[in-house]
């Protein structure tokens, strides 16, 4: 029995692409490996470079410097036409002029198919979005998901290798974008595709993304699963874009079973995850989930005044202001398993260790 031949390498890599536009450096050496079938975000805000490297990965911009590649094929160089990467654009880019099935066969043209074919390419690909019966409507007749899903078809009629989207939810409401963000992933796992997808919203990327790539002033700050990031950010930045946390200014001190230190604070001696040399100025990240909300006599904590309490319907969220005027948040799922401290009172607030992660300063 002959052994079975070893699939090509379809990873996409990116080694240190740098692109300056004059004196701006928008992209600084950025290294990446994506997975076949991998579904990735880059996360960042407005200005951060993250737009700017997906159009290199497309084409639409040449690096200065670096390579990019995908499997053995070296794309730095390639216009996108060569390329085997299609790019889904954030306006949608759909022809008003033409029908949805019109919009979706233009995406197959250079592909030598018959007519026959590109028909049935196009039912093909209304099945996939959900959109079958929508055939001879224009765009300007669709919902704003719905154009959506057309673009999307359109992205993926020529089977690309990696699909790119930039923001492509942005332009929908909240609800609709809460909707779209399953579909997008459900028609990702079904395709197997690689896509990338940039992203601002925090949010969109942890429940779109198996992993995220977080980007700073140009360069790839910290890469991992959602719940990695979320839970062990690399520095304030990165535990501030992922979602509300409470920063402590304090100073290392001695290190405890476990990976356990103790943290001096303005609110007194802390306990808290993460590594560093005794004496040296840190911070303390916890979200404020993680804090527990108790009445005085409760539970061992940080003292303060209860100055708000939020209902949002699964839970609270609360305001404490600390002695040196400090506010910290935290927040506690209903229903509560004890009494709900009311504005005005003093309250405890209890720092796990486990949930209170150490950065730098």
């Known amino acids: 029995m002959h052994a079975s031949t070893p699939l090509p390498d379809q990873r996409l890599r990116l080694e240190r692409v740098t692109k300056r536009f004059s004196a701006h450096t928008a992209v600084d050496a950025v290294s990446l490996d994506l997975a076949e079938g991998e579904f990735f975000c880059l996360l960042?805000?407005?200005?951060?470079?993250?737009?700017?490297?997906?159009?290199?990965?497309?084409?639409?911009?040449?690096?200065?410097?670096g390579a990019i590649r995908l499997g053995e094929t070296d794309l730095t160089a390639l216009p996108p036409h060569r390329r085997p990467v299609n790019m889904m654009f954030q306006s949608y880019a759909l022809f008003p002029h033409m029908s949805v099935a019109a919009n979706l066969a233009y995406g197959?043209?250079?592909?030598?198919l018959s007519r026959a074919?590109?028909?049935?390419?196009?039912?093909?690909?209304?099945?996939?979005?959900?959109?079958?019966?929508?055939?001879?409507?224009?765009?300007?007749?669709?919902?704003?998901?719905?154009?959506?899903?057309?673009?999307?078809?359109?992205?993926?009629?020529?089977?690309?290798?990696?699909?790119?989207?930039?923001?492509?939810?942005?332009?929908?409401d909240r609800?609709?974008?809460?909707?779209?963000?399953?579909?997008?992933?459900?028609?990702?796992?079904?395709?197997?595709?690689?896509?990338?997808?940039?992203?601002?919203?925090?949010e969109e990327a942890m429940a779109l993304a198996d992993r995220i790539?977080?980007?700073?002033?140009?360069?790839?700050?910290?890469?991992?699963?959602a719940r990695a990031l979320y839970e062990r950010p690399a520095s304030r930045y990165v535990a501030g874009l992922l979602g509300d946390v409470n920063l402590i200014d304090g100073r290392l001190g001695r290190?405890?079973?476990?990976?356990?230190?103790?943290?001096?604070?303005?609110?007194?001696?802390?306990?808290?995850?993460?590594?560093?040399?005794?004496?040296?100025?840190?911070?303390?990240?916890?979200?404020?989930?993680?804090?527990?909300?108790r009445g005085e006599e409760g539970l061992?904590?940080?003292?303060?005044?209860?100055?708000?309490?939020?209902?949002?319907?699964?839970?609270?969220?609360?305001?404490?202001?600390?002695?040196n005027g400090t506010t910290l948040r935290a927040s506690a799922a209903l229903p509560a398993p004890g009494p709900i401290p009311a504005v005005g009172e003093t309250v405890t607030l209890g720092v796990p260790a486990e949930s209170a992660w150490i950065l730098p300063a």
């Open 175 to 202: 609800a609709l974008r809460e909707e779209t963000q399953g579909e997008l992933r459900a028609i990702q796992r079904r395709l197997g595709t690689s896509f990338i997808v940039v992203t601002h919203d925090a």
């Open 213 to 225: 790539g977080v980007m700073e002033r140009g360069r790839l700050v910290q890469v991992g699963p």
């Open 117 to 172: 074919q590109s028909a049935g390419r196009v039912k093909d690909l209304l099945r996939l979005v959900r959109l079958e019966g929508f055939e001879a409507r224009r765009p300007d007749k669709l919902s704003g998901g719905q154009r959506q899903r057309v673009a999307l078809a359109r992205a993926l009629a020529r089977e690309p290798r990696l699909l790119l989207l930039d923001e492509p939810l942005g332009a929908l």
């Open 255 to 293: 290190a405890e079973p476990g990976g356990i230190r103790s943290v001096e604070t303005a609110f007194g001696l802390l306990r808290a995850s993460g590594e560093g040399e005794a004496g040296n100025a840190v911070v303390i990240a916890v979200r404020p989930e993680r804090l527990i909300v």
């Open 108 to 112: 197959l043209k250079g592909l030598g």
């Open 44 to 65: 960042g805000p407005s200005g951060c470079g993250k737009s700017t490297l997906l159009r290199m990965v497309a084409g639409f911009e040449t690096p200065d410097s």
């Open 300 to 323: 061992h904590g940080l003292s303060g005044l209860l100055t708000e309490a939020t209902f949002l319907g699964d839970r609270i969220r609360y305001r404490v202001e600390m002695a």
